[in-house]
């Protein structure tokens, strides 16, 4: 990757560190997955299916109250065999939550389970012997604790006699294991509900969702010319001086290899390493960056509304002449993230995570530029083939796979940040439908260059390359989402948006005579 090179310890050189540290927060981060999943652990799949065993694979809603105090709703998985569960809480019975002894559940078990819940532990026998001998013992349901942070599917194998299991049978992750036994310390009594809710046919939040992508990227690419301005092209940085084009970083070809090694690196630390920890240092990044982004963001719209504005500074210890704009911008975006930080996971914090984040894609897109589409080329082949091979491939290689494995994340630490999300309203589960940043970027990268292109060439929308771009990104991402739904398995986005977009611009450009010009350009 080519960077500028840097002279002094001037305030252009603390906003060329801040670039840096965008670019670094581009790479690292907004390859990490969260765009176009689904709940693919709930696929049919092809495992043995007969009498008794042919149940679909359903996604439950494990709800439990310690001493009668309501907690958090759990995810779990129903088993291919077992009574099936009711569709709604109402039809529901809550239930007294026993844990068998011994704690597997594979014998007898010396604690009463009638017209419970046993709560058993994975291991020692199989999941059917579980079963038959929590029913044996009166339990109304059994409710497995798997030894991974992850869902198993239940299934009969070939050398299974017909099952007659006349109770439910639902697994937990090991973590939501973990709060439903924590919750039995000290003799608490722990009531459990268990149903498995119908997913909608109409998923609402994807429209909000989809506006607010394009929007993101047609925001971010005309942002230097309708909000900053052709006749100043300088708009504040975090520093308080002028940012100008010698702290652009134009990207080279061989940031493809830069791109690859470096985010399939972090991707593989995620998914071997599922700490708190690793979590909140990508917390970090995105507040620090969405820090930026804000004050980028009100900054320029302040001087552009109010040009009297730039030229008020005030000369402060080491940071030397400083904007008012930005004495007053910085502590307010400052609050804001701070308060978004300590709220991460009330109702309305993705608010706050999508103005940080589509703030910050905008200022990114100001800083990285792409110079030609060559360069575009490989950044964008590199990048749809890296969300191939860990989306598909790597499943053949790492039993999971490893890009949604990473996405669903852990029901420990804060959830990933690097994505705009969209609460699901009609969804009974209260989820959210989620883009992750790099999906908006990098095809961004293309669309901010096709529209610098058309500027420096006189285009307009008719004859250019933007608006085409724009269509092809909006129709790409359109076709993520029919994708995602036929298909009920997770999608990922560059699979449509990289030939939507950079498809879109090569074959204008061939027809028009003009790849060799858009090939080796530099703009």
């Not at 969260?34 to 049919?44: I, K, L, P, W």
């Not at 039809?91 to 017209?115: E, I, Q």
């Not at 046993?118 to 059994?142: H, I, M, N, Q």
């Not at 700490?275 to 909140?280: C, D, I, K, Q």
């Amino acid at each position: 990757m080519a960077f500028p090179a840097a002279s002094s310890s001037s305030p252009r050189r603390r906003g060329r560190g801040l670039a840096y540290l965008l670019v670094s927060v581009l790479l690292l981060a907004s390859r990490v997955p969260g765009a176009a999943g689904a709940d693919s652990e709930f696929e049919d799949g092809v495992s043995p299916k007969f009498p008794g065993c042919d149940n679909p694979f359903q996604k439950v809603k494990v709800t439990y109250w310690v001493d009668g105090d309501e907690r958090n709703s759990l995810t779990g998985i129903t088993a291919r065999f077992g009574e099936v569960l009711p569709a709604t809480g109402s039809d529901g019975d809550k239930r007294k939550a026993v844990v068998p002894a011994p704690k597997t559940g594979c014998a007898k078990s010396s604690a009463p389970l009638a017209s419970s819940i046993a709560v058993a532990e994975r291991g020692e026998c199989t999941f059917l012997e579980k079963a038959k001998t929590a029913e044996s013992g009166g339990a109304a349901a059994l409710l497995l604790i798997n030894d991974e942070d992850d869902l198993q599917k239940m299934v009969c194998t070939q050398n299974d006699t017909v099952p007659n299991i006349g109770i439910p049978v639902v697994m937990v992750s090991q973590s939501a294991g973990r709060k439903i036994l924590s919750g039995m310390d000290g003799g608490a009594k722990v009531d459990i509900l268990m149903y498995a809710p119908e997913k909608p046919s109409f998923d609402g939040a994807i429209p909000f969702l989809w506006l607010m992508a394009v929007g993101s990227v047609a925001c971010a690419s005309v942002w230097s010319f309708v909000v900053v301005g052709d006749e100043d092209k300088n708009a504040p940085t975090l520093g308080g001086e002028e940012a100008a084009d010698s702290e652009i970083v134009e990207l080279q070809t061989k940031t493809a290899l830069v791109f690859i090694v470096t985010a399939s690196l972090v991707l593989l630390f995620l998914f071997f390493f599922k700490s708190t920890w690793s979590a909140w240092l990508l917390v970090v990044l995105f507040c620090l960056s969405g820090l930026q982004g804000l004050h980028y963001v009100a900054s320029t719209l302040i001087v552009r509304a109010c040009d009297r504005c730039r030229e008020a500074k005030v000369a402060l210890p080491v940071l030397g002449n400083v904007t008012v704009v930005t004495l007053v911008i910085l502590p307010l975006a400052l609050i804001f993230v701070v308060v978004w930080a300590v709220h991460q996971n009330s109702p309305f914090a993705w608010v706050g995570q999508d103005l940080m984040g589509i703030c910050m894609m905008i200022l990114v897109l100001q800083v990285v530029h792409l110079p030609n589409i060559k360069v575009a080329t490989a950044l964008l082949v590199s990048a749809f083939m890296y969300d191939i091979f860990w989306v598909f491939i790597s499943p053949f290689i790492f039993k999971k796979s490893v890009m949604i494995t990473v996405a669903r994340g852990s029901d420990e630490g804060p959830s990933l940040p690097m994505v705009l999300k969209m609460p699901k309203e009609f969804d009974t589960w209260n989820g959210y439908d989620m883009i992750g940043f790099g999906d908006i970027l990098f095809p961004g990268l293309l669309v901010a260059f096709s529209f610098r292109y058309d500027r420096a060439h006189g285009k307009d929308l008719t004859d250019g390359y933007f608006l085409c771009l724009m269509i092809g990104y909006a129709f790409g991402l359109s076709c993520t989402y029919v994708g995602l739904y036929l298909m009920k398995s997770g999608q990922p986005a560059l699979l449509y948006l990289v030939p939507s977009t950079l498809g879109t611009i090569v074959t204008l450009g061939a027809k028009r005579g003009e790849l060799s010009q858009l090939w080796n350009a530099k703009v």
